[in-house]
């Protein structure tokens, strides 16, 4: 089911693509969602297990390690107050020879001074050192509390389970090890086929808190066994995260932890070799195959965000430039006034008009229109009578989307969020108690 | 009580003023809280009616009219999608011979397109010819729900009412007549003694949701019986309101409505010329005057923010700049998980040096610093061993303060927020129900 779901929006995927980017005849390449998640692109291997730095004893440690060295790529939040795993992969990537992505959660490991930075080379060595790679081949994250230091003596302690525990099945132990205030682990994946060349591109994120990617994201691990040069995976990744974690807000919080990796092994024999001639078609493919998977992993944040009660998507149209059409769906998508009538199931077109005004982008003063649920809410500028209970109905849905129609030009963008609930402001009054 | 609070306050305000701007000597000038509001100062009559424009048959009209000729001078939200009454008080002011400011609740008539403006118009005619006054010289205000038309009949039917009930002691029922989902009317009124001359400023304000101001405020009316020109009544106002209420949030929505007008009748014989020769003394007592007024309203309108159980104060000091002393100080006001530790009474001091982090402010890599009700909690960019029991039931306080140092330069800045509660969810969830 949750297959079938994913090709759906697969399709739809592939239409906006072929509008947005002069991508080569469709008929060559297929994108075609797969189970699993970090641990379906071949020869890759990952773990999750229990550390116990959260108190809550459950698992806090995840490793994927790929059999052959790796190119890798990132991209990092840009809060100025950042976490030591943040800082050293931005400094290590984009790389080749990568081996391991490694991830505790329970504790961020954040604002923690230069006992932090000690800490996390302390772990990617110790990782190393079990792996029998070099320190400089394991990427590292973290997520949690921020201002609390890594139990350096229980990850030195659970290191060699987590090594033993390594398998070309573990994807699923891997994300769900990640898991903080998430509900529900989340994975996506796709094959993609090019004529008779076909690759795997997987990966897992997690939420749910703390969640307004500027120029980066949450915690996101992508594997591929395509092969493509570092270089190019990092224009790939950073300009597929721009269209997707960074249109993605569940509070307005952007975190100091914030971090989106993609290892690409070469496993599958396919090389992505850059816009060279012969090689457009192939870097296509894998853009698309990576949008589709970044794009599924984003809704599926939105709708596990904390206290959630549904799934929000903004699509902005008739913009001036895509930046004004992403700053007026961002606008919305982080309004608490419209969130919380979201929340209320409350037609009030009002408060999502108001966002758009102080998002900064240009509108019509005779065109700009608002569809909710697909009913016209407000038309040029003017109020539209409209059945409010039927709205109302709607807005019911795990998944509502709001149309805004700028009027001034062509380009668009698509925000996601969720709901503001009374669950929000429990988790977060009690986070740590 | 009130007064003696306000005191205080005026106090600790001459003392920051003191330091920022080159002040004459003090000795010369008393800022004093006085009663009232809107009709605290002499030659000023107000009243405050039901109209029928709210549903809960709560006074929803009210207006301020001054006896003599007065000077005007206000600042209007930067929301693109901006009410009718705010437009047409931007295009009016700063003027002189302005007599009256009229306010509805109840309904914002923002995005109400030809038809609103024309209401607005209306609105301004017949409470001019029911005063015998020019249209021009009525300003005016609305707030409520977006969307909706002002019921224009109920208004007509309104207006001799509300002139006949015109009294001056008549500021409490302005300030309760312009309220929406604030609990408590706001007022604030101070004496301004230099030598031997003495002038009065007070004022009232309507909080409490969409409350975000950005160069401009939220619905603030202010008198004076001091006489000042409009043009320098326009400086010292954009002056004061952007180290006053720019520095406000609730929850980070700029409203569409967002207005502060000014007005200044010259009633008790003092005219504030300017910086010329002599003025000088006089301009800088009345600026702090009417910081006072403003700094005062802006804690009313944080402590009975949308939902809120507290008011939280937040000074950056240590700044490279103004500017950045403000975002930083605004960026934790505006941060929902901070706001929401805040509620929880959770000593989370890591959400603030995240919101720090993303604000753009630059701040020291061996002397950013937080303190949380006078507790040092995070010291030269390090965690501090700290009495959590202690600072839990400290922030269990009506009143919160945070102390960050950049540690960067000498700049600061306050900014005021409230904790944010099931009851800001509740409240906007249900606003229109």
Same mark, same amino acid.
């Given at each position: 089911?949750?297959?079938?779901?994913?090709?759906?929006?697969?399709?739809?995927?592939?239409?906006?693509?072929?509008?947005?980017?002069?991508? =080569? &005849?469709?008929?060559? $390449? !297929?994108?075609?969602? *797969?189970? #699993?998640?970090?641990?379906?692109?071949?020869?890759?291997? %990952? @773990?999750?297990?229990?550390?116990?730095?959260?108190?809550?004893?459950?698992?806090?440690?995840?490793?994927?390690?790929?059999?052959?060295?790796?190119?890798?790529?990132?991209?990092?939040?840009?809060?100025?107050?950042?976490?030591?795993?943040?800082?050293?992969?931005?400094?290590?990537?984009?790389?080749?020879?990568?081996?391991?992505?490694?991830?505790?959660?329970?504790?961020?490991?954040?604002?923690?001074?230069?006992?932090?930075?000690?800490?996390?080379?302390?772990?990617?060595?110790?990782?190393?050192?079990?792996?029998?790679?070099? =320190? &400089?081949?394991?990427? $590292? !994250?973290?997520?949690? *509390?921020? #201002?609390?230091?890594?139990?350096?003596?229980?990850?030195? %302690? @659970?290191?060699?389970?987590?090594?033993?525990?390594?398998?070309?099945?573990?994807?699923?132990?891997?994300?769900?090890?990640?898991?903080?205030?998430?509900?529900?682990?989340?994975?996506?994946?796709?094959?993609?086929?090019?004529?008779?060349?076909?690759?795997?591109?997987?990966?897992?994120?997690?939420?749910?808190?703390?969640?307004?990617?500027?120029?980066?994201?949450?915690?996101?691990?992508?594997?591929?066994?395509?092969?493509?040069?570092?270089?190019?995976?990092?224009?790939?990744?950073?300009?597929?995260?721009?269209?997707?974690?960074?249109?993605?807000?569940?509070?307005?919080?952007?975190?100091?932890?914030?971090?989106?990796?993609?290892?690409?092994?070469?496993?599958?024999?396919?090389?992505?070799?850059?816009?060279?001639?012969?090689?457009?078609?192939?870097?296509?493919?894998?853009?698309?195959?990576?949008?589709?998977?970044?794009?599924?992993?984003?809704?599926?944040?939105?709708?596990?965000?904390?206290?959630?009660?549904?799934?929000?998507?903004?699509?902005?149209?008739?913009?001036?430039?895509?930046?004004?059409?992403?700053?007026?769906?961002?606008?919305?998508?982080?309004?608490?006034?419209?969130?919380?009538?979201?929340?209320?199931?409350?037609?009030?077109?009002?408060?999502?008009?108001?966002?758009?005004?102080?998002?900064?982008?240009?509108?019509?003063?005779?065109?700009?229109?608002?569809?909710?649920?697909?009913?016209?809410?407000?038309?040029?500028?003017?109020?539209?009578?409209?059945?409010?209970?039927?709205?109302?109905?709607?807005?019911?849905?795990?998944?509502?989307?709001?149309?805004?129609?700028?009027?001034?030009?062509?380009?668009?963008?698509?925000?996601?969020?969720?709901?503001?609930?009374?669950?929000?402001?429990?988790?977060?009054?009690?986070?740590?108690?």
């Amino acid at each position: 089911m949750h297959i079938k779901k994913i090709a759906a929006r697969a399709k739809t995927t592939l239409v906006t693509r072929l509008r947005q980017v002069q991508a =080569p &005849k469709a008929a060559t $390449t !297929a994108v075609a969602a *797969v189970k #699993g998640g970090v641990t379906a692109a071949q020869g890759y291997r %990952a @773990a999750g297990v229990k550390a116990g730095i959260k108190a809550s004893k459950k698992p806090d440690l995840a490793v994927v390690v790929s059999d052959r060295a790796a190119s890798a790529a990132g991209t990092f939040t840009r809060n100025a107050i950042r976490a030591s795993s943040v800082t050293r992969c931005e400094n290590l990537l984009p790389a080749s020879g990568v081996r391991a992505m490694l991830c505790n959660s329970g504790c961020a490991n954040a604002c923690t001074g230069k006992q932090g930075v000690k800490d996390t080379d302390a772990t990617a060595a110790l990782v190393a050192k079990a792996l029998n790679i070099t =320190p &400089k081949s394991v990427l $590292t !994250a973290s997520t949690g *509390v921020i #201002g609390k230091f890594l139990p350096m003596d229980k990850i030195a %302690a @659970a290191v060699p389970n987590l090594v033993k525990a390594l398998s070309p099945t573990g994807g699923g132990a891997f994300a769900q090890a990640i898991m903080t205030t998430d509900l529900a682990k989340k994975e996506s994946a796709v094959k993609v086929t090019v004529g008779r060349r076909s690759f795997t591109i997987g990966g897992t994120v997690k939420g749910s808190g703390m969640i307004h990617p500027n120029m980066a994201t949450m915690l996101c691990f992508i594997t591929t066994d395509a092969a493509v040069t570092p270089a190019v995976l990092n224009g790939i990744v950073k300009g597929v995260v721009d269209r997707t974690f960074n249109n993605l807000t569940v509070d307005g919080d952007t975190s100091t932890n914030d971090m989106a990796l993609v290892m690409a092994n070469g496993a599958s024999g396919v090389e992505i070799k850059g816009h060279v001639a012969g090689g457009k078609e192939l870097v296509a493919a894998f853009e698309e195959g990576l949008f589709t998977v970044c794009n599924d992993l984003c809704k599926q944040i939105a709708a596990d965000g904390e206290g959630a009660t549904k799934r929000v998507e903004i699509n902005v149209t008739g913009a001036r430039s895509e930046a004004e059409a992403k700053a007026a769906a961002k606008a919305v998508a982080t309004s608490n006034l419209t969130k919380c009538a979201l929340f209320g199931n409350d037609p009030n077109w009002g408060r999502i008009a108001c966002a758009v005004g102080y998002s900064g982008a240009k509108f019509s003063d005779t065109r700009m229109s608002i569809k909710l649920c697909g009913i016209e809410v407000f038309k040029n500028l003017q109020p539209v009578k409209f059945d409010e209970k039927k709205a109302h109905t709607l807005m019911k849905k795990k998944v509502v989307v709001i149309d805004i129609d700028l009027g001034v030009g062509k380009k668009s963008a698509t925000a996601h969020t969720c709901d503001f609930s009374y669950d929000y402001v429990k988790i977060n009054a009690e986070y740590r108690t």
